[in-house]
C-alpha cells in the first residue's frame, strides 16, 4: 500500500487547510486510518483517527471542534479538514493506515506534508 498526502501548505492563523491521503496497491483490508503530526522538536503525535467504515472517530483534544477527519472508501481517500488553524498546529502531518493480518498489524505511512500556519 503506498499512501500519498497533499494539500498542505502556508496559511495564516484563523484559516484553513484540507489534507487528502490517498491510497494505491492492494488495499483491501484496510482498517483504520489516521492522521498524525510531528512538529520540529518534538515526538510525533496522533491528531485524529477514523475507523474503517468511518463511523467512529478519534481526535486530539487539542484539535477537537476544529478538525474533521473523514474517509471516502470508494476513491480510496481520507481527508482532514481543519479550521480555524493556529501556529501550534505547524507541522508535518502524516496519513497512517492499518492492515490488520494473522500475525498482528500491519502499519503504512505516508512521507508527509507540511503545515505552516504563520501569525
Known amino acids: 500500500v503506498q499512501l500519498v498526502e497533499s494539500g498542505g501548505g502556508l496559511v495564516q492563523a484563523g484559516g484553513s487547510l484540507r489534507l487528502s491521503c490517498a491510497a494505491s496497491?492492494?488495499?483491501?483490508?484496510?482498517?483504520?486510518m489516521g492522521w498524525y503530526r510531528q512538529a520540529p522538536g518534538k515526538q510525533r503525535e496522533l491528531v485524529a483517527a477514523?475507523?474503517?467504515?468511518?463511523?467512529?472517530?478519534n481526535y486530539a483534544d487539542s484539535v477537537k471542534g476544529r478538525f474533521t477527519i473523514s474517509r471516502d472508501n470508494a476513491k480510496n481517500t481520507m481527508y482532514l479538514q481543519m479550521n480555524s488553524l493556529k501556529p501550534e498546529d505547524t507541522a508535518v502531518y502524516y496519513c497512517?493506515?492499518?492492515?490488520?493480518?494473522?500475525?498482528?498489524?500491519?502499519?503504512?505511512w505516508g512521507q508527509g506534508t507540511q503545515v505552516t500556519v504563520s501569525s
Open positions: 497512517n493506515a492499518l492492515r490488520p493480518v494473522v500475525a498482528g498489524t500491519i502499519t503504512y
Open positions: 496497491g492492494i488495499t483491501f483490508g484496510i482498517n483504520a
Open positions: 477514523i475507523t474503517s467504515g468511518g463511523r467512529s472517530t
